[in-house]
């Protein structure tokens, strides 16, 4: 398995706050990179992707990419309630294609409290 | 709503048992479907490639002759789990790879828990 690293946390944060989870990978070959939300007892669901160095914001959520330093975090922006759910950071290796198998990190418990 | 299936979403078997899991693809065709496990508070562990037609592709470690991985059909994988023992109890989910227009996506489906008792 590739090592994709995580802080297992808890992360906690009050309602309305930034909540910064990040993401360390071992594989420089790595292309894609995902992050996925899973309620417990439930499969994950994806929240974003981001393939190329930099910034990419999809409404609260803003994914970074660094892959000189092979680090890859996700801010989700006004936390709220439900986004208390475990986070999961996922690393494609396969070149030329972006549906091949997903490595994944352990994840980090976040804990968003009014 | 939910683009791939799995059934049955949870079952209990007894040890020495053989128990198959079904994954759907539910409106697109997938050659190509993975296979996870999970164990409680750890994350999901990669088993294996199921491809349509031919031979599944396992991960190290993964014991193929114990994770039966048949492709059948461009819709349909199954993982039998072969003489099941208690340390094989997880969550076990699979996935499977569409190409879309603006970007392609991983659909899971909502897993199936195994209990070995």
């Known amino acids: 398995q590739k090592e994709v690293e995580q802080n297992s946390g808890p992360l906690s944060v009050p309602e309305g706050a930034i909540a910064s989870l990040n993401c360390t990978y071992s594989d420089r070959g790595s292309q894609s990179f995902f992050w996925y939300r899973q309620y417990s007892g439930k499969s994950p669901e994806l929240i974003m992707f981001?393939?190329?160095?930099g910034d990419k914001e999809d409404g609260r959520f803003t994914a970074q990419l660094n892959k000189a330093s092979q680090y890859v975090s996700l801010l989700i922006r006004d936390s709220q309630p439900s986004d208390s759910a475990t986070y999961l950071c996922a690393v494609n290796i396969e070149r030329g294609s972006t549906l091949g198998r997903l490595y994944f990190g352990r994840g980090t418990q976040l804990t968003v409290w009014p | 709503g939910a683009v791939v299936s799995q059934h049955p979403s949870w079952v209990i078997c007894k040890s020495g048992t053989s128990v198959k899991i079904e994954c759907r693809s539910l409106?697109?065709?997938?050659?190509?479907m993975f296979w996870y496990r999970q164990f409680p508070k750890q994350s999901l562990m990669l088993m294996a490639t199921?491809?349509?037609?031919?031979?599944?592709?396992?991960e190290q470690g993964v014991e193929k002759d114990k994770f039966l991985i048949n492709h059948a059909s461009l819709t349909l994988s199954t993982l039998t789990v072969t003489s099941a023992h208690p340390e094989d109890s997880s969550f076990y989910i699979c996935?499977?790879?569409?190409?879309?227009?603006?970007?392609?996506?991983?659909?899971f489906g909502p897993g199936t828990r195994l209990t070995v008792l």
């Open positions: 199921s491809n349509e037609g031919s031979k599944a592709t396992y």
């Open positions: 409106d697109f065709q997938a050659t190509t």
């Open positions: 981001i393939y190329s160095n």
């Open positions: 996935s499977a790879p569409r190409a879309g227009r603006t970007s392609d996506t991983q659909y």
